[in-house]
């Protein structure tokens, strides 16, 4: 992990950030995905980072603060994270939630939320070997047609 550093998201990191999202979803970006990351970019109050080996963007995560969350006190979510599948495996992910969760106690917030897909395994196998287990949120989901 000598090889990996750490910085905060840029916007210019939006096109390799695709590229790894596409290569993990194997499905082509939404129109509006660059923009989206750009704007994280822009955002101070974020916790968005990317982990970089030899000037090449190999690893993010994007988080954000929920201020109002249905009763819950301020807390962080984790949007979305993403590793090249090349490094999968070595700890670029862990190194990633190191620095969010950093960053997250620093501004005084002890819950971070993500939402993970049911059959998901290897994302909740990750996210347990990080400490986090089931909160006390279901999700719902609505179908506009």
Not at 41 to 55: I, Q, R, T, Y
Not at 63 to 84: D, H, M, Q, R
Request: with cysteine; aromatic share 12%; hydrophobic share 45%.
């Amino acid at each position: 992990m000598e090889n990996v550093r750490i910085r905060r998201l840029e916007t210019a990191d939006a096109d390799e950030i695709g590229r790894i999202y596409s290569a993990i979803t194997q499905k082509p970006l939404q129109a509006d995905f660059k923009k989206l990351i750009e704007a994280h970019a822009l955002s101070s109050k974020d916790a968005c980072f990317v982990a970089e080996m030899a000037g090449d963007v190999v690893g993010f995560m994007i988080s954000y603060i929920l201020t109002l969350g249905f009763g819950i006190e301020k807390s962080a979510w984790i949007a979305t994270l993403g590793v090249n599948p090349r490094y999968m495996g070595q700890g670029i992910g862990a190194e990633l939630a190191k620095e969010v969760f950093d960053f997250y106690k620093a501004e005084g917030i002890h819950n971070v939320y993500t939402s993970v897909r049911w059959d998901s395994t290897d994302l909740l196998s990750f996210f347990k070997t990080l400490g986090f287990d089931r909160s006390n949120f279901v999700n719902l989901r609505k179908i506009l047609e």
